[in-house]
């Protein structure tokens, strides 16, 4: 759930889902097992059960399994343990596509597979809509307003308003309309749902 600064590249530098907006998410997921792009941080506002932090390379190295809150860091990073540095993704070169779709097409191919039971994705790349056009394929939420999110460097946490966000919610396959249902009313006073 937290967006990690890509100038920086340190595990205490991020943005951080608002409490708000997390605590949809736990309400719309009945809790969430694992938060993909978090922090010990993080984690305090988020309440996951399991989170990965940027060294544990949730993108490429880790198992994705459950309930999964996904807020993709603005550049895909990962700790490359046998030269012990920050490395680019090849998948999120510039030339090819926004990092956000990346991490989106890897919740996708997760939850295709039935190992992510649901996901809820959320992000504050308005450029998704071309990037990752099956995003249009679930249910949306347009949020309304910019929303707040909470920006930490090292030891500080501050209120940081971004830009135009939306959520999209990958549904279980069982009991599929009535968790869309319960989508529409906890996002709904939120923004525009798209079905």
């Known amino acids: 759930m937290t967006v990690f600064a890509v100038g920086a590249r340190r595990e205490d530098a991020e943005m951080i889902t608002s409490t708000d907006l997390a605590s949809a998410a736990n309400e719309l997921l009945g809790g969430i097992d694992l938060d993909v792009a978090s922090s010990a941080v993080a984690n305090q506002y988020v309440g996951a059960d399991q989170f990965y932090c940027p060294s544990d390379d949730g993108l490429n190295c880790q198992p994705w399994f ?36 990346v991490w989106f097409r890897r919740l996708y191919r997760e939850w295709v597979a039935d190992e992510v039971e649901q996901g809820l994705y959320f992000t504050n790349c308005p450029d998704m809509i071309r990037y990752e056009q099956k995003i249009f394929d679930f249910p949306m939420c347009i949020l309304k307003t910019a929303p707040f999110l909470l920006r930490r460097i090292g030891d500080e946490v501050k209120r940081h308003k971004t830009c135009t966000s939306f959520v999209v919610y990958l549904p279980p396959k069982l009991n599929t309309d009535v968790a869309i249902e319960n989508f529409i009313d906890i996002y709904s006073e939120k923004g525009r749902i798209l079905c």
Do not use: Q
């Not at 550049?75 to 993704?89: A, L, P, S, V």
């Open 66 to 101: 459950g309930k999964v809150y996904l807020f993709p860091p603005s550049g895909c990073y990962f700790w490359d343990i046998k030269n012990e540095r920050w490395k680019m993704t090849r998948s999120s070169a510039m030339t090819l596509t926004s990092s956000h779709a």
